[in-house]
């Protein structure tokens, strides 16, 4: 049980678990008491969680600040965790997005958004989704002229997200967005990035040995499409 668990820690330990759940109690609050209330919160966590029952969030279920009856952890009398008892949290309670380029034509993007801000839009009745805006932007990095855009919708239980970039030499920002309310609400803005032209400048035969090196580390020569220049739909691609 997880009260019984719970009735194992020190003050101490119990609360640290207190923090990884959401709460701030006073320092001086009475242990039963603290504990009863880690499990009102331990228990509404994992049902609002099992709630969402999506792929995402079972495929990340190790990784929840929540406990389980089975997985309550036991710190020891003193309180403090072993190193093999810290994990990093799956979300560190602000919205943000992050976006990586993976080769010419894809990019992969991750994101973060608060429970403060999950909740909020679990409960709302005018909430109408979550979407993730593709910024193809015009010069420079930091010109922010939107050249081109095009709109992914996601799920709150969402956290990542594989995109197809349809322009070559181009800037990408992502934002991540939600509707609520009737109007559209800006959660956070990635980081820009520019995409290459998405070929080699000379054969693999032609090249010396550190840019033979370079070629074999990257994988390039497995990949099963044209990857000195070859036109498709009008463009080179990898």
Same mark, same amino acid.
């Given at each position: 049980?997880?009260?019984?668990?719970? *009735?194992?820690?020190?003050?101490?330990?119990?609360?640290?678990?207190?923090?990884?759940? $959401?709460?701030?109690?006073?320092?001086?609050?009475?242990?039963? %008491?603290?504990?009863?209330?880690?499990?009102?919160?331990?228990?509404?966590?994992?049902?609002? %969680?099992?709630? =969402?029952?999506? !792929?995402?969030?079972?495929?990340?279920?190790?990784?929840?600040?929540?406990?389980?009856? #089975?997985?309550?952890?036991?710190? &020891?009398? $003193?309180?403090?965790?072993?190193?093999?008892?810290?994990?990093?949290?799956?979300?560190?309670? !602000?919205?943000?997005?992050?976006?990586?380029?993976?080769?010419?034509?894809? =990019?992969? !993007?991750?994101? #973060?958004?608060?429970?403060?801000? =999950?909740?909020?839009?679990?409960?709302? !009745?005018?909430?109408? &989704?979550?979407?993730?805006?593709?910024?193809?932007?015009? $010069?420079?990095?930091?010109?922010?002229?939107?050249?081109?855009?095009?709109?992914?919708?996601?799920?709150?239980?969402?956290?990542?997200?594989?995109?197809?970039?349809?322009?070559? *030499?181009?800037?990408? %920002?992502?934002?991540?967005?939600?509707?609520?309310?009737?109007?559209?609400?800006?959660?956070?803005?990635?980081?820009?990035?520019?995409?290459?032209?998405?070929?080699?400048?000379?054969?693999?035969?032609?090249?010396?040995?550190?840019?033979?090196?370079?070629?074999?580390?990257?994988?390039? *020569?497995?990949?099963?499409?044209?990857?000195?220049?070859?036109?498709?739909? $009008?463009?080179? %691609?990898?």
């Amino acid at each position: 049980m997880i009260r019984a668990r719970l *009735e194992e820690l020190t003050l101490e330990g119990l609360l640290l678990v207190a923090s990884r759940n $959401g709460l701030e109690p006073d320092p001086d609050i009475d242990p039963e %008491r603290l504990i009863s209330q880690l499990v009102e919160v331990i228990h509404e966590n994992r049902e609002e %969680r099992e709630s =969402a029952n999506s !792929t995402t969030v079972r495929i990340q279920q190790k990784k929840f600040a929540v406990l389980y009856e #089975d997985e309550a952890p036991v710190f &020891g009398r $003193g309180g403090a965790p072993s190193a093999d008892e810290m994990q990093l949290p799956l979300h560190y309670e !602000t919205n943000r997005i992050t976006l990586m380029l993976r080769d010419p034509h894809w =990019a992969y !993007t991750y994101w #973060d958004l608060s429970t403060v801000k =999950a909740r909020e839009y679990r409960e709302s !009745t005018r909430f109408d &989704g979550l979407f993730l805006r593709v910024l193809q932007l015009d $010069g420079a990095e930091n010109d922010l002229r939107i050249q081109d855009s095009f709109e992914i919708p996601v799920q709150i239980e969402d956290s990542s997200w594989y995109i197809y970039l349809p322009q070559l *030499e181009a800037y990408y %920002r992502i934002q991540l967005v939600a509707r609520n309310n009737h109007r559209r609400e800006l959660l956070a803005v990635s980081n820009q990035v520019y995409v290459p032209r998405g070929r080699l400048p000379f054969q693999p035969e032609d090249m010396d040995p550190h840019h033979m090196a370079l070629y074999e580390l990257c994988g390039m *020569e497995y990949l099963e499409v044209p990857p000195f220049g070859d036109e498709i739909d $009008g463009r080179s %691609r990898l």
